[in-house]
């Protein structure tokens, strides 16, 4: 069975908590928290169909990871990629075009990572440096339901696959 269209629920990675650490008689010395990783939609030209997320629809990135002390900055949260056929059109949720994957190893990202928190080291300072005092909270990351849908060329027009009298048409065409 030919799938042409897939309604996909994404949710980014949050970023990584910031570190409040200190030097013994030295002040802060914490490291930032990793960014999340994001979802991203690549166009493949070895894929026919969106019939991969016939069985999954729910996807997540990896979160970042949090300082340390030491000045150690948190590792980054791990990137999502998802394949999709060459030709296939990003919708959102008011059925608005996003993207449009006209060529092969055509990326866009669908959903971005949550920034890292702020270490202590950063708010150092010469009357706050022995305050205990920091951004420490990241950001979420964000949650959307992109639906992709795949259109094909025929006669230098986009012929929607999901419409019985184009794909008859294409079939005579291609």
């Given at each position: 069975?030919?799938?042409?269209?897939?309604r996909?629920?994404?949710?980014?990675?949050r970023?990584g908590?910031g570190?409040?650490?200190?030097v013994?008689?030295g002040?802060?010395?914490?490291?930032?928290?990793?960014?999340?990783g994001?979802?991203?939609?690549?166009?493949?030209?070895d894929?026919?169909?969106?019939?991969s997320?016939?069985?999954r629809?729910?996807?997540k990135?990896?979160?970042?990871?949090?300082?340390?002390?030491?000045?150690?900055?948190?590792a980054?949260?791990?990137?999502?990629?998802?394949?999709?056929?060459?030709?296939?059109?990003?919708?959102?949720?008011?059925?608005?075009?996003?993207?449009?994957?006209?060529a092969?190893g055509?990326?866009?990202?669908?959903?971005?990572?949550?920034?890292?928190?702020?270490?202590?080291?950063?708010?150092?300072?010469?009357e706050?440096?022995?305050?205990r005092?920091?951004?420490?909270?990241?950001e979420?990351g964000?949650?959307?339901?992109?639906?992709?849908?795949?259109?094909?060329?025929?006669?230098?027009?986009r012929?929607p696959?999901?419409?019985a009298?184009?794909?008859?048409?294409?079939?005579?065409?291609g």
């Amino acid at each position: 069975m030919f799938h042409d269209r897939a309604r996909i629920h994404v949710q980014a990675g949050r970023g990584g908590d910031g570190a409040l650490s200190f030097v013994p008689k030295g002040g802060p010395d914490g490291g930032d928290g990793g960014p999340g990783g994001d979802v991203v939609l690549v166009a493949d030209p070895d894929l026919r169909d969106l019939s991969s997320f016939r069985n999954r629809q729910h996807f997540k990135a990896g979160k970042g990871g949090a300082g340390g002390g030491g000045n150690r900055h948190g590792a980054s949260g791990e990137t999502v990629d998802l394949r999709v056929p060459v030709g296939t059109q990003v919708l959102d949720e008011d059925e608005q075009l996003v993207a449009d994957l006209v060529a092969a190893g055509a990326r866009v990202t669908v959903a971005h990572g949550g920034a890292g928190g702020r270490g202590n080291r950063r708010f150092a300072a010469p009357e706050a440096a022995r305050r205990r005092r920091a951004g420490r909270v990241a950001e979420r990351g964000e949650v959307v339901a992109p639906e992709p849908d795949l259109e094909r060329e025929a006669q230098g027009c986009r012929v929607p696959l999901h419409d019985a009298a184009a794909r008859a048409r294409h079939r005579r065409v291609g």
